[in-house]
């Protein structure tokens, strides 16, 4: 699957496309499916955690 993932402090210039394994759910855990997510200033800090 794919993924934009942020590596570094930065802008909009640090965000790198990426093919990442999909992930496993382990024991008495679901998947759920999203198909896009939105972000607004505020929570991009949080994402990077």
């Known amino acids: 699957?794919?993924?934009i993932r942020?590596?570094?402090?930065?802008?909009?210039?640090?965000?790198?496309l990426e093919e990442v394994p999909?992930?496993?759910p382990g024991?008495?855990?679901v998947?759920?499916?999203?198909r896009a997510r939105g972000s607004w200033k505020p929570s991009a800090p949080a994402s990077r955690a």
């Open 22 to 24: 999909a992930p496993q």
């Open 27 to 29: 024991p008495s855990q």
């Open 31 to 34: 998947l759920v499916r999203n």
């Open 1 to 3: 699957m794919k993924a």
């Open 6 to 16: 942020v590596s570094e402090y930065g802008g909009p210039s640090v965000l790198k």
